[in-house]
């Protein structure tokens, strides 16, 4: 169906692709994987015409596409669907998939009454669960994908590429985008699959494609390799110990949370946190584990309950007073959420900190550089990056600069969220590494993940979430995924464990 031949594309003192070529049958669902930077989105949008190859070709269902342009591909069948969704969000289900090309009455107004039937018709070839007049913001992740994909398959797409779909996504709603994309595979529409989460490539895909430093490594079947043989090939190393020992001097209590309670969000959670300790937060989405870090680094105002720090009761009001007692939160969308995108590191690092680099009214510019230049060194981010915009880093080293921020507002309790989503295998190990590190300088750290590998490698105990409540919290050393699991999904009304 699809053929990419000597593909190489260059920017300035970078070259992103190098002679690379990949093949994709009809109904195939090939993955495309490597390291952030490997080249991976350059390809696609090459293949989606937002960008031109300096050389080779691109080759659908036979035809050469001469002068690719992004409708010119949409035309061909070609739809991507970013990890950013593209959605309009104050606007309908319907009005999203028929975006750009509403139908029309014969006195040419918009025909809602058409639209609408058209989306229930697509959505119900489909099997998607979604009202034509629900307004995109009020859907979950997992439902926008759905509205991506609907809106992919009202103009015809013969190939849709997926670009890391299931970053915040929660075994439910995976086994759902799962289901869709086997069916349409088998309906003939053909799949192209990114994602660093490898395990998932085993459960979906047939064929893939390793691309590394701009070039083809190799394709070939997914049935013949390995999780340790990709990972050996992407980075170019052995990473069989990708989470580091558990050596960790645990002290003694820093945190307590009591009764902790938001109505119809969180119900009455309560646990303790000690000095040097990675306590970890599972649950599927919606559970509640967000909304636990957010509580209490006073994002989101609690109805009830009381949280001591080092044994003296904190009133957080807002995130400000949550930052003065040395709380941090490395969120979940470090994007939206954690950076000023268009800042460079420097102004990322100090924005929390404001007053440490304040003389006489002014900032010390000098002693600010130092501090970021510091952090740069003691969390292995890109070398001498205090002067990039923080839009041009890879996901790995943007993580890097939101925790940077954090340790320069001098945190004791670090909270993170999904720490590594979106972030290649090579980049997780490096993040682990500096959790751990942080561990042994005495901070403390919350940690919300919705890989359960990643909280059993990581953390000395896991607390679990079910609907708001907390279901149980276990010694990891004692837990596997399958138990974790069930206190995921098991009645709310079970008693915790201490």
């Not at 002693?367 to 970021?372: G, I, L, M, S, T």
């Not at 901070?443 to 990643?454: G, Q, R, T």
């Amino acid at each position: 169906m699809l053929k990419m031949n000597h593909i190489s594309k260059e920017f300035p003192g970078v070259k992103a692709l190098d002679d690379v070529s990949i093949s994709v049958e009809k109904g195939e669902i090939h993955a495309l994987i490597g390291e952030n930077g490997a080249g991976k989105s350059t390809l696609i949008k090459i293949l989606s015409g937002a960008y031109t190859a300096d050389s080779g070709e691109v080759i659908i269902d036979g035809e050469i596409i001469k002068n690719p342009s992004p409708a010119l591909m949409i035309e061909k069948g070609i739809a991507v669907i970013y990890q950013e969704l593209m959605l309009l969000e104050h606007r309908t289900v319907a009005e999203n998939i028929f975006i750009g090309r509403y139908p029309k009455t014969k006195f040419g107004f918009v025909d809602y009454k058409k639209m609408r039937e058209d989306t229930l018709k697509i959505t119900k070839e489909l099997s998607l669960d979604l009202d034509p007049d629900a307004i995109v913001s009020d859907l979950s992740v997992a439902k926008r994908q759905m509205v991506e994909i609907a809106k992919a398959m009202s103009r015809n797409a013969k190939l849709i590429v997926l670009d890391e779909p299931t970053a915040v996504l929660g075994e439910s709603e995976l086994e759902g985008l799962f289901k869709i994309v086997r069916e349409l595979s088998q309906k003939g529409i053909t799949f192209i699959y990114i994602s660093h989460r490898l395990k998932e490539i085993f459960e979906l895909c047939t064929t893939l494609t390793i691309l590394k430093d701009g070039k083809l490594v190799e394709t070939g079947k997914v049935c013949d390799y390995s999780i340790d043989m990709l990972v050996t090939k992407m980075v170019g190393r052995d990473m069989s110990d990708i989470y580091p020992p558990k050596q960790r001097n645990i002290g003694e209590e820093i945190l307590r949370v009591e009764n902790l309670t938001r109505k119809g969000i969180l119900h009455g959670i309560s646990f303790s946190l000690r000095k040097g300790e990675i306590l970890g937060i599972s649950g599927l989405a919606g559970s509640g584990r967000t909304e636990i870090l957010r509580a209490i680094m006073g994002v989101d105002p609690i109805d009830s309950g009381y949280i001591r720090i080092n044994g003296k009761i904190c009133e957080f009001k807002n995130p400000r007073d949550a930052i003065n007692a040395k709380l941090g939160l490395v969120p979940e969308e470090r994007k939206t959420q954690g950076l000023l995108l268009k800042q460079d590191v420097t102004y990322n690092t100090s924005i929390a900190s404001l007053k440490k680099f304040v003389s006489k009214g002014f900032i010390n510019t000098k002693k600010e550089r130092k501090a970021a230049k510091d952090f740069v060194e003691k969390l292995r981010t890109k070398p001498g990056a205090i002067n990039i915009i923080t839009q041009n880093m890879s996901g790995g080293n943007q993580q890097k600069v939101v925790l940077s921020k954090c340790l320069s507002c001098e945190c004791q309790i670090l909270l993170v969220d999904e720490p590594t989503r979106g972030i290649d295998v090579g980049a997780k190990q490096e993040i682990y590494n500096i959790l751990n590190e942080l561990t042994k300088d005495g901070i403390s750290i919350i940690m919300v993940s919705s890989e359960l590998p990643e909280l059993l490698g990581m953390c000395d105990r896991i607390m679990v979430m079910n609907e708001g409540h907390m279901t149980a919290i276990v010694d990891a050393k004692d837990a596997d995924e399958e138990l974790l699991m069930y206190y995921a999904t098991c009645d709310v009304s079970a008693s915790a464990s201490a």
